[in-house]
């Protein structure tokens, strides 16, 4: 099953998928919307019987200080990146109470430990699914065959930051040290064969994870001027809200 806005682009990855041999259903979905979620889940059960694994991967970008963003923009984020989580997870888990077992694979992010500027909605959004998916682990303490994992990838080279909304007035970068999508997908299928509580991926994310640790105070005074040299570039931009509202393929 293969979910997101774009029902063209979808239809791409579903021609992809056929043609190395799988059954693919493509269905254009709203995470942010709960009962197009709810949906989606009874139409893979009608397509194929069950749900093995359900992967909350959906996640939007937004740059910009608190008191420059757009309220309507802030709160995007959140109803896709944390909403739109919380609404697979209660899709999911009731078939897997049904069929005695499933794992259910939240995207956090290594920003789901650590903080920054500028980027604070994410974060937000990202620190809440790790909490979130803790709490349905002791909710599903009596299923021992239901699993909840947490995956925290390091920066990842997809069109995220490009797409971004970004009211920052500054020209965006893509964070050093970036991961490939392919990389992270492995990660994916081996946490759904081999479920772990929670997983950094990968070694650059466990630093930032020890230093905001070990020392907090001098994360929150390096943080600034370190991402303001990483995250921009010297170039000003016009404010947009990106891929928040509606699909974007400008790239």
């Given amino acids: ?46 397509q194929f019987g069950r749900i093995d694994v359900w992967v909350n991967n959906a996640g939007v970008m937004l740059y910009g200080r608190l008191e420059d963003t757009p309220s309507a923009a802030y709160r995007r984020v959140i109803e896709t990146n944390l909403f739109g989580q919380i609404h697979g997870a209660r899709a999911a888990l009731p078939h897997f109470r049904r069929q005695g077992g499933g794992v259910l694979i939240n995207m956090s992010s290594v920003w789901g430990r650590v903080s920054s500027p500028h980027v604070s909605a994410y974060v937000t959004s990202k620190f809440a699914v790790r909490a979130f998916s803790e709490c349905l682990r002791q909710e599903l303490s009596d299923a021992d065959d239901i699993h909840v994992v947490t995956i925290l990838p390091q920066a990842v080279d997809t069109p995220m930051w ?41 070694r650059a994310g466990r630093l930032l994870e020890l230093a905001h640790t070990v020392a907090p105070p001098l994360w929150e005074a390096v943080t600034p001027r370190l991402f303001g040299r990483l995250a921009f570039g010297d170039g000003r931009r016009d404010e947009t809200s990106g891929n928040l509202f509606d699909p974007v393929h400008h790239d």
Wanted: glycine share 4%; aromatic share 2%.
């Fill in 1 to 46: 099953m293969l979910a997101a806005r774009s029902a063209s682009a979808l239809e791409d990855v579903r021609s992809d998928c056929a043609a190395r041999g799988a059954d693919a259903l493509a269905i254009a979905t709203d995470v942010g919307d709960e009962a197009a979620v709810a949906e989606l889940a009874r139409r893979a059960v009608e």
């Fill in 162 to 202: 490009r797409r971004a909304a970004n009211f920052s007035g500054r020209e965006l970068r893509r964070l050093p040290l970036a991961r490939s999508p392919e990389e992270i997908a492995k990660r994916i299928i081996w946490c759904a064969e081999d479920p772990r509580r929670e997983v950094t991926d990968r």
